[in-house]
């Protein structure tokens, strides 16, 4: 049984988009091709990865549901003044067909995971054939180019080998009349998936049974500690982790509420260290996506914080956000969350969660 889908609103936002730019008929015609797409996938591919890769985190339907949203947070009134009531887009930083290309590129950038993992990016070809209804001529091959060159830069190694994928996406293209720009297009993508986290993308039922391998384990229990916010409006990322603790002499099975990972103080500077490099990584890609793409450029700012639990209750530890933003003071190296704030050390970070998790231990005695 395939998955229900829900439209979402970027989805009426890209069908607005290409009535208005392509007239009635044609925008119809063309959001026809990207509904059919997104059928096919839902019924032949997406729910597929699961089986085929089972120990990684969600790359389903759900999980593209989240990078569509993404985008359109991202963007936010780039894409023009929306009226929800009416459903009519005015004219924004992206066109019509621009717009249909990015949700596309959303639909697909996955699904080269049902033959393997690695170079999971570049084999996306044969499904878009598979999935795709042609129109016929050279169209159909534009499309399926300029599709496969911004998925293809959502993640790996560029044509030089380095991780600058995003260096060597062509730079301008034409789709029915209308202007494309990939370039612009391709960090959008890679954004809005590198923040495709949270509990939606694991089990928190087969974490418990310790049913992920131990190679798998540690990117579900990221997934499901974490929390983000894309705020346009305020300029900036903000991303909030969830951890429950547990001492090392005690049960994993409690009857306390789990929020986020449960986690023994034995594994915690492991885990935080996973976390740490994961903030560090999506400033870095915050960074680069701005780069080459100006309509992210109100984000400017990157914040994490802490919450950690232990019996149902919240440990008081008052850890400050720490914030990457885009100041930069030449001759400054670029910090680490740890340098950028001490009170995030793990080995002190851990003594002073083991004092209080053991007070409040002492209060339930």
Not at 114 to 130: A, C, L, N, T
């Amino acid at each position: 049984m395939s998955y229900i889908w829900e439209t979402l609103e970027i989805e009426e936002i890209i069908l607005a988009a290409l009535i208005r730019d392509l007239d009635r008929s044609h925008g119809d015609d063309r959001f026809g091709c990207y509904t059919t797409v997104r059928k096919n996938l839902l019924e032949n591919v997406l729910e597929e990865i699961k089986k085929i890769q089972p120990d990684m985190t969600d790359h389903g339907p759900k999980h593209i549901r989240n990078v569509l949203e993404n985008i359109q947070d991202l963007l936010g009134d780039s894409t023009g003044n929306w009226d929800r009531a009416i459903k009519k887009l005015e004219q924004g930083a992206l066109n019509g067909m621009e717009l249909y290309i990015l949700g596309l590129s959303a639909l697909f950038h996955d699904v080269g995971n049902v033959f393997k993992r690695e170079e999971h990016q570049k084999q996306i070809g044969p499904i878009y054939d598979y999935v795709r209804p042609t129109v016929g001529g050279n169209q159909d091959s534009e499309e399926k180019s300029i599709i496969l060159d911004i998925c293809k830069a959502h993640c790996g190694d560029g044509l030089d080998g380095s991780k600058n994928t995003l260096g060597f996406v062509t730079d301008r293209s034409k789709l029915a009349r209308q202007e494309i720009r990939p370039k612009l297009l391709a960090p959008i993508l890679r954004f809005a998936d590198e923040l495709a986290e949270g509990e939606q993308r694991t089990s928190h039922y087969l974490i418990q049974r310790h049913s992920y391998p131990e190679g798998s384990l540690k990117f579900h229990q990221y997934a499901l500690s974490s929390n983000v916010d894309i705020d346009r409006a305020h300029g900036r990322i903000r991303l909030k982790y969830h951890i429950t603790l547990r001492l090392p002499h005690e049960s994993e099975t409690e009857r306390f509420q789990h929020h986020g990972p449960l986690v023994s103080t034995d594994d915690l500077a492991g885990f935080l260290m996973i976390v740490y490099h994961r903030i560090e990584k999506v400033n870095q890609e915050r960074q680069y996506a701005k780069f080459y793409c100006p309509l992210l450029e109100p984000f400017k700012e990157t914040s994490a914080t802490f919450n950690f639990w232990y019996k149902g209750r919240e440990i008081p530890v008052d850890l400050p956000s720490v914030i990457f933003s885009d100041l930069v003071v030449p001759g400054d190296p670029q910090k680490t969350v740890v340098e950028r704030d001490n009170q995030y050390n793990p080995v002190d970070l851990i003594v002073r969660l083991t004092e209080a998790m053991n007070r409040i231990a002492s209060q339930e005695e």
